[in-house]
């Protein structure tokens, strides 16, 4: 019988479950499915459309080596699967499993009815260390770390690939298929020869300074793995990946060693927030603590429309916002800050804050995404809310100025003294350093000390018995059980929250 791999987040032959089994089963087609719907999300953009295509062009020259090739589609996948039953007949299906986003989940539980009405078996396989319908967290690091130590799988020599007639060449893969076609200049590429290059590169040179150089932009850049676009769309799989990190790691010493153990925590973060959407799909748009729905977070389409182009007025979330729309991708504490300075200050709602920020991600991953952006939002009920003041951060991050001037460079005159705060200049300084605050670069939208006052006295409203109760039982069903710090507490009283607030 044909065997059908729909390649989805899995966009490589080597440890791919579904594409061996598929081939020990019998002669394999390969597929990939370009769905338009999809694309027309707001969570979705062209970036990440080139992203995969490169991967797809990548993944059909591994198939070519191999006898195969990958076919692909444009449609609905149910339409491409009626017209594979109609050429071929019967058929089995096999893919990874997928923690999308609402969009995916649905369209995945249409195509399961789909096989089961037509009596198609569709075997779906483990991506990550991921569980379907798990009942608990209490062995959950365990299993991962068990998920992460089995064998790598391994191709049959034999396998034999399968040809449909009429299909298009991978080189037809449009260049242009989604609502959001802003160019990207400085994007990643896709593909699995660049992950395999960009991996070695980290665990040989850039990865030694990894802890301590990840939080600011400007040395988060290089130190980083860069991994994530890899990673989301599967030109790696995690396990190689952690495989291969630890065969680094028993000849690391000094700061090799400290960095790359920090470097596996990730990996362990990675599944874990994963997890929680595969837990709970509703995560997308819906709060997780239910108390928080009576935040009554507004939308502001000012506020809104200043935050997505990069005209808030605070010259580090401006510059980050600008650098992220260049790059398609910035360090994890520049995005926490974009989600809270939208969150908190601004109290905008985080669902339109979320879908802005996914489609500027080239890595956009929905189980990271979406639990990060409510943690970053204040509205888990299990991490404390933290409030990241956009003027500390830069003075931290951007010591010298020079990110900020770069990428706003309508400062690029401005003084040390006032590069972080230059609506504090008097007109007369702003003639001298050649702008005018509220003409040629905004004055901040709010006044952040008051609006993070307001913000922390909303949160605290919310701060009942009951609400601590209910964040029980989340932390329960999501939170991990690896605590690798002390638990602090949610800051209670108003000295402890300027602390706690004051620490980001
Ligand atoms: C609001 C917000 C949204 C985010 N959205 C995404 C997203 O859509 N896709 C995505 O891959 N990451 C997301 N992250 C997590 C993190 O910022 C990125 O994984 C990281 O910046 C990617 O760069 P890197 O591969 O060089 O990371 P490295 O630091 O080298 O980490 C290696 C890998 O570990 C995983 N990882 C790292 N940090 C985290 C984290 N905090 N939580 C979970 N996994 C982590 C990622 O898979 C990453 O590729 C988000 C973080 C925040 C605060």
Redesign the pocket.
């Known amino acids: 019988m044909l065997q059908v791999v729909w390649f989805k987040r899995d966009l490589r032959t080597q440890d791919n479950a579904a594409l061996t089994a598929a081939l020990n089963a019998g002669p394999t087609l390969c597929i990939y499915v370009l769905e338009p719907e999809y694309w027309q999300l707001p969570d979705t953009s062209n970036r990440q459309w080139m992203f995969i295509r490169e991967s797809l062009l990548d993944l059909h020259q591994d198939l070519m080596s191999k006898n195969g090739g990958l076919q692909w589609y444009a449609g609905s996948v149910i339409d491409v699967l009626e017209t594979i039953q109609k050429e071929h007949g019967e058929f089995a299906l096999h893919s990874h499993e997928e923690t999308g986003n609402l969009w995916t989940y649905q369209r995945d539980k249409n195509v399961k009815k789909w096989c089961q009405q037509q009596g198609v078996h569709w075997q779906e396989y483990r991506q990550f260390s991921v569980t379907r319908a798990l009942n608990n967290r209490d062995a959950w690091a365990s299993t991962w770390k068990k998920n992460m130590e089995q064998p790598v799988v391994v191709l049959p020599k034999n396998g034999v690939f399968s040809w449909l007639n009429h299909t298009q060449p991978a080189q037809d893969l449009p260049h242009s298929v989604s609502h959001d076609p802003t160019p990207c200049l400085g994007r990643q590429r896709g593909g699995r020869k660049l992950a395999l290059s960009v991996f070695e590169s980290f665990l040989t040179l850039r990865g030694e300074t990894y802890r301590g150089s ?1 939080s600011s932009p400007i040395t988060a850049e290089s130190a ?5 676009p890899y ?2 769309y599967g030109c790696l799989s995690m396990r190689e990946l952690y495989q291969t990190l630890q065969q680094h790691q028993q000849s690391a010493s000094g700061r090799w060693k400290a960095s790359l153990s920090a ?1 596996e925590s ?2 362990w ?2 599944c874990h ?1 994963i997890q929680k959407l595969e837990d709970e799909p509703q995560m997308e748009m819906n709060n997780l603590h239910p108390a928080t729905n009576h935040l009554n977070r507004i939308m502001n389409e000012e506020f809104f429309s200043a935050w997505q182009h990069g005209r808030t007025g605070w010259p580090m979330v401006d510059a980050c916002m600008r650098y992220l729309q260049h790059y398609g ?1 910035i ?2 504490r520049m ?2 800050m974009l ?1 809270s300075v939208a969150s908190f200050p601004l109290w905008l709602p985080w669902q339109p804050v979320s879908h802005w ?2 489609s500027l ?1 080239t ?3 929905p189980g ?2 979406y639990p ?2 409510q943690m ?1 939002a204040g509205t888990t009920g299990i991490n404390i809310p933290r409030m990241y003041n956009p003027i500390t951060q830069a003075q931290k991050c951007d010591p010298s100025g020079n990110f900020v001037r770069q990428w706003v460079p309508e400062l690029k005159h401005v003084s040390d003294q006032w590069i972080f705060e230059p609506w504090l200049m008097s007109k007369k300084q702003q003639q001298h350093f050649g702008l005018i605050i509220g003409e040629d670069y905004p004055a901040p939208l709010v006044d952040f000390a008051q609006a993070s006052r307001m913000a922390r006295a909303r949160m605290q409203h919310i701060n009942t018995g009951e609400y601590r109760a209910t964040a029980k039982e989340i932390g329960q069903k999501h939170g991990s059980r690896k605590r690798r710090f002390p638990r602090k507490k949610w800051p209670s009283r108003a000295s402890k929250n300027e602390q706690q607030l004051s620490l980001f």
């Open positions: 990840i980083c793995s860069r991994l994530s990673l989301a470097f990730r990996l973060w990675h927030f991708w360090n994890f995005r926490a989600v920020l996914a991600f890595d956009y991953e990271i995404h990060q952006v970053q």
